[in-house]
């Protein structure tokens, strides 16, 4: 390829990598605030919560593309850019998915765990802050980096709004030179770089935040093998 073509496909690499990143914080803000409302004590916040959950779960985020950029802007009379409207698009549909994720997350926490801050007449955001994130959220990273993974391939979606992301740019550069396998196999490589930087990226995250949970104080050496002197013991 020539320069001129190869630097059509960097902006749209940039292009991808800006709207994986904006949609990505979206959905992440999404599906903790989603997710907790799950486990709300007032079943009212319960079932709006896990209705939306349902209803982005269950439509898919091609068509919800084509909703915020296409049918929504004649209702209301105001136009989104390409950029924003994928960023809100993937980032609604990808939250209710991760909203499942901080949900199912912090109903694994130790039961007793609640009941020790209700002891410690912890109010609800406290139990929340202080007892239950901090032990679910190392949970949250796998399943969490699937999804990021996930969404970075539905950012190609965008391209159907002639958006200038790396699938839209590589079709252009696919019909500049009439050849397929060769651009298609860059962008095949070029995607898998990406979702091993981010899944390499997400283990060292999880790393960090698993470091001293649930571990146990560790012995000085030869403590055990010492027996304290009239303990009785021959």
């Known amino acids: 390829m020539t320069s001129g073509l190869w630097e059509r496909v960097l902006d749209g690499v ?6 994986l990143v904006l949609s ?24 709006l919560a896990g209705f939306y959950t349902e209803v982005f779960r269950g439509t898919s985020a091609l068509v919800m593309i084509f909703w915020v950029f296409f049918v929504l802007p004649p209702a209301f009379g105001w136009q989104l850019v390409p950029l924003w409207a994928g960023t809100l698009a993937l980032g ?11 949900r199912g997350a912090l109903a694994a926490v130790d039961p007793a765990q609640r009941e020790g801050g209700i002891a410690l007449s912890f109010t609800p955001w406290q139990r ?6 901090p032990q679910a959220v190392p949970e949250m990273i ?32 696919r019909l500049a030179l009439q050849e397929s396998a060769e651009i298609y196999t860059y962008v095949l490589i070029i995607y898998f ?3 091993f930087l981010l899944t390499r990226s997400m283990r060292g995250l999880e790393r960090k935040l698993k470091a001293g949970v ?13 027996v304290p002197e009239g303990s009785g013991v021959s």
């Open 14 to 19: 940039w292009v991808t990598i800006q709207l």
């Open 24 to 47: 990505a914080l979206l959905a992440t803000a999404v599906s903790f605030v989603v997710g907790i409302a799950r486990t709300h004590r007032l079943w009212v916040v319960r079932f």
């Open 92 to 102: 609604l549909t990808y939250g209710a998915y991760g909203s499942e994720i901080v």
């Open 128 to 133: 929340m802050k202080l007892i239950l994130l």
């Open 142 to 173: 796998p399943p969490f980096s699937n999804l990021l993974i996930e969404l970075l391939k539905g950012t190609a979606l965008v391209s159907v709004m002639g958006m200038g992301d790396l699938a839209f740019s590589a079709n252009l550069v």
């Open 193 to 195: 770089v990406i979702a």
């Open 214 to 226: 649930g571990k146990a104080p560790k012995k000085k050496a030869g403590a055990a093998a010492r």
